[in-house]
């Protein structure tokens, strides 16, 4: 390999939310310490992604969506995106419905309980994208290469050195995967994983219904999986949801078979009619969904980062939340090295990352494979105990109150 032409501090690959939003922490940070510590220099930062970034398409929502919680929002709004994603297009929920298919087990929450404007956002990923991209932008210190994937990694004495499908050749300190679910760095560096397959699988798509969404978000638990109506506000327009319907394989491969309005009708008895009944739906998309969990967040030179790290079911909607939260963490002790002028590749320096972020990650990982497996067992006693459990808790308030601060990250 030809010794790499350009050095960069920190390369950051995938240009998703998590990496660009990354990627903007960092040179902020960076920016902040050049200008309090006189040793201090201004991070190089690469960002590094294979595919152009989605186009925000104004006549029409984009199937794929993030539940923004308040934590990730002010995070969002420290990159300098959240006022971009308000002038495109976001849509505030400020109620919750969550109750059991099999039962009589029903909990609501409601933000003006915890005296909050909302619970949460729903973003498009490509207005979240978009936005965090303008940012980059803006960041001198950050050089964008796109499209452009590694082609050949090269670990040395004191960097890492990586050549880029473009010809172009660069090394760095610390390389950060961002690159999701199926990462190719994480299968480069062998990073050892825990991982199943649900046996499910989750179509996603926007749909039309007959009343209007109240702002709310709506969940109904059934044997064969979650369904959830996330709430989507278009200029006032308040009968779009977008969907995320969890299924098993074979129930699920059904309901992709079935025509438009077939599919409608279907969604309209499941969804138990809570919106009316579902009139339009738009293309569907089937995503198989599998837990996944690296042993290690981190080698030398090495960290990985979001759904790289760790994929969980979207039954709560909290995948991209954790993605923030690393990467919010991350720059954090990164910020921490800089100021002492350590090598950010340094283990040392990345274990830090690991010991914050893998017990929350654990956690959440765990309760969510908790709530599928509850919800899913036939058993009559548990469905029992989780009907009981769920009216109970939906009669103290605080109990409730403090379920929703922490689903908030407040």
């Known amino acids: 390999m030809a010794k790499a032409q350009t050095h960069y501090d920190v390369a950051i690959l995938g240009a998703g939310a998590i990496g660009a939003a990354t990627a903007c922490l960092l040179a902020q940070m960076a920016e902040k310490n050049a200008h ?19 186009q925000f398409d104004a006549t029409g929502f984009d ?71 303008a940012q980059v932008e803006r960041c001198a210190n950050i050089e964008v290469y796109c499209p452009a994937s590694v082609a050949h990694y090269q670990m040395e004495a004191d960097c890492l050195a990586l050549s880029l499908d473009n010809h172009r050749q660069i090394s760095t300190n610390l390389l ?3 690159d999701g679910a199926n990462s190719a760095v994480r299968k480069h560096f062998q990073f050892a994983t825990k991982q199943w397959d649900y046996g499910q699988q989750a179509i996603v798509t926007t749909i039309t219904t007959e009343k209007p969404n109240q702002n709310t978000a709506w969940q109904r638990f059934m044997p064969t999986g979650p369904l959830a109506l996330l709430p989507l506000n278009h200029e006032g327009d308040l009968h779009r949801c977008s969907i995320v319907w969890s299924q098993d394989t074979q129930q699920a491969e059904r309901l992709m078979a079935l025509s438009d309005e077939d599919f409608c009708q279907q969604l309209s008895r499941d969804s138990e009619h809570c919106l009316g009944t579902v009139l339009k739906i738009d293309k569907r998309h089937l995503i ?28 709560a909607g909290q995948g991209a939340n954790l993605g923030f939260a690393d990467a919010q963490v991350l720059v954090e ?73 922490k689903a908030m990250g407040l």
């Open 36 to 54: 309090s510590l006189k040793n201090a220099h201004s991070l190089k930062i690469a960002l590094i992604e294979s595919q152009l970034p989605p």
């Open 63 to 133: 199937p794929r969506v993030a539940a923004i919680t308040e934590k990730t929002r002010g995070l969002l709004a420290q990159c300098g995106a959240w006022q971009q994603i308000q002038a495109t297009r976001v849509s505030a929920y400020q109620s919750m419905q969550v109750w059991d298919a099999e039962g009589t087990g029903r909990i609501s929450f409601d933000s003006s309980d915890v005296q909050q404007p909302n619970l949460g956002h729903i973003v498009e990923n490509s207005v979240l994208v978009s936005a965090l991209m």
């Open 176 to 178: 950060i995967a961002a």
């Open 288 to 315: 198989p969904l599998r837990q996944s969990h690296a042993i290690d967040y981190v080698m030398p030179r090495v960290a990985l980062l979001g759904d790289a790290a760790h994929s969980i079911h979207p039954l």
């Open 333 to 405: 002790e990164l910020a921490r090295a800089h100021e002492r002028d350590l090598d950010l590749g340094e283990l040392s320096v990345l274990k830090r990352y690991q010991r914050r972020r893998k017990p929350d990650n654990l956690a959440t990982m765990a309760a969510m494979e908790g709530f599928k497996r509850l919800f899913g067992s036939p058993n009559s006693a548990l469905r029992l105990l989780r009907n009981y459990g769920m009216s109970g808790v939906d009669q103290i308030a605080p109990l409730k109150n403090t379920l929703i601060k």
